[in-house]
């Protein structure tokens, strides 16, 4: 077993040259200094509620990224998991009284217990129907989402209160709010970052690139891909949670297919299976939406041709294009 250990730890140092290694990480630097810089400027800059939208929907994709990106497993019912989540999450804040970390991580619990459920149905189909499985398996997540008493049917559950972090710091204060999202939302991004670049994170790589040789090697596969589907959950769980700690209300729009639809867009827009490249296309999208909310339901159109010019031109993605243009392995 130290063998196939070797052959998976090793499968991302294995490619590319040591000079377009080292190139990686310093470029993979750059990003972090750039996005840490950002984090700490963006309220002098910009509507701090708006930056709390782009954090959240930046960790859903990169949540969904590691699945598709990195698993190879294509879901298209993970708004089940982020709008699951939101209600759970608000309910328990309004009605249950939990202080508002408890709030998030009672919603990122459920999300990671749904991920479980739902996960252990979908991996044993691939391609499309393992996409299908988990579009009618959200299908029946948001009829519950619509019919449950506790959720408040089409008009949403309203009126969650923000309360106070750690009993003395008021949420309701806008930059207070912004600080503790952009703490949720770097903390769930550095548990992704450690888990692509962990030995776990090296198996799943392969199970995308090889699933048959990894199975050959002696890697239960089907546990694997599962406890990547339940991680990828959990963290768009947490997403949700945060988003409806943020506006205070969670909405059917969180849990319709529509939702599982924006978040694809922004992972193949950013770059599938980069590390950065989900944030990127997240910013792009939601950034567009609000630059162009005047023009009404005219801003979809205008998304999905900027997204067919994208793919035209950047077939890899514009931050994967990017790291091909740099000519290094992964950005």
């Given at each position: 077993?130290s063998?196939?250990t070797?052959d998976?730890?090793?499968?991302?140092e294995?490619?590319g040259?040591?000079?377009?290694?080292t190139r990686s990480?310093i470029?993979?630097?750059?990003?972090?200094?750039?996005?840490?810089?950002?984090l700490?400027?963006?309220?002098?800059?910009?509507?701090?509620v708006?930056?709390?939208?782009?954090?959240?929907?930046?960790?859903?994709?990169?949540?969904?990224?590691?699945?598709i990106?990195?698993?190879?497993?294509?879901?298209?019912?993970?708004?089940?998991?982020?709008?699951?989540?939101?209600y759970?999450?608000?309910?328990?804040?309004?009605?249950?009284?939990?202080?508002?970390?408890?709030g998030?991580?009672?919603?990122t619990?459920?999300?990671?217990?749904?991920?479980?459920?739902v996960?252990?149905?979908?991996?044993?189909?691939?391609?499309?129907?393992?996409?299908m499985?988990?579009l009618?398996?959200a299908q029946?997540?948001?009829?519950?989402v619509?019919?449950?008493?506790f959720?408040?049917?089409?008009?949403?559950?309203?009126?969650?209160?923000?309360?106070h972090?750690?009993?003395?710091i008021?949420?309701?204060?806008p930059?207070?709010?912004?600080?503790t999202?952009?703490?949720?939302f770097?903390?769930?991004?550095?548990v992704?970052?450690?888990?692509i670049?962990?030995?776990f994170?090296?198996?799943?790589?392969?199970?995308?690139e090889?699933?048959?040789r990894?199975l050959?090697?002696?890697?239960?596969?089907?546990?694997?891909?599962?406890?990547?589907?339940?991680?990828?959950a959990?963290?768009?769980?947490?997403?949700?949670?945060?988003?409806?700690l943020?506006f205070q209300?969670?909405?059917?729009?969180?849990?319709q297919?529509q939702?599982?639809?924006?978040v694809i867009?922004m992972?193949?827009?950013?770059?599938m299976g980069t590390?950065?490249?989900?944030?990127?296309?997240a910013?792009?999208?939601?950034?567009?939406?609000h630059?162009?909310?005047?023009?009404?339901?005219?801003v979809?159109?205008?998304i999905?041709?900027?997204?067919?010019?994208?793919?035209?031109?950047?077939?890899r993605?514009?931050?994967?294009?990017?790291?091909?243009?740099?000519?290094i392995?992964?950005?």
């Amino acid at each position: 077993m130290s063998n196939t250990t070797t052959d998976i730890g090793e499968f991302e140092e294995n490619t590319g040259e040591p000079e377009h290694r080292t190139r990686s990480r310093i470029w993979q630097g750059v990003f972090w200094v750039a996005l840490i810089g950002f984090l700490l400027i963006a309220p002098a800059l910009l509507y701090p509620v708006f930056v709390m939208q782009l954090l959240c929907f930046a960790l859903f994709a990169a949540a969904f990224n590691l699945l598709i990106g990195f698993t190879g497993l294509l879901s298209f019912g993970h708004a089940a998991f982020f709008g699951g989540a939101a209600y759970i999450a608000g309910h328990a804040l309004k009605v249950w009284g939990f202080p508002p970390l408890l709030g998030i991580a009672t919603g990122t619990l459920f999300a990671a217990a749904l991920g479980w459920a739902v996960g252990s149905l979908a991996i044993r189909r691939q391609g499309i129907y393992f996409a299908m499985i988990t579009l009618a398996l959200a299908q029946i997540v948001y009829f519950l989402v619509l019919q449950l008493p506790f959720t408040g049917g089409e008009d949403g559950l309203q009126g969650i209160p923000r309360g106070h972090l750690l009993g003395f710091i008021d949420l309701n204060q806008p930059l207070a709010m912004y600080y503790t999202v952009a703490a949720i939302f770097l903390i769930g991004f550095l548990v992704i970052y450690r888990i692509i670049h962990s030995p776990f994170g090296q198996v799943l790589q392969a199970i995308r690139e090889n699933e048959p040789r990894a199975l050959s090697l002696g890697y239960n596969v089907d546990r694997f891909k599962l406890l990547a589907f339940v991680l990828s959950a959990a963290l768009a769980g947490l997403a949700g949670s945060t988003k409806a700690l943020v506006f205070q209300f969670a909405s059917l729009t969180d849990a319709q297919w529509q939702m599982s639809g924006e978040v694809i867009l922004m992972t193949l827009l950013g770059g599938m299976g980069t590390i950065f490249g989900p944030v990127v296309g997240a910013f792009i999208v939601v950034a567009l939406q609000h630059a162009l909310s005047g023009i009404g339901s005219w801003v979809q159109v205008v998304i999905g041709g900027t997204f067919i010019a994208c793919v035209l031109l950047f077939r890899r993605g514009i931050v994967g294009e990017l790291a091909r243009l740099l000519k290094i392995n992964s950005l």
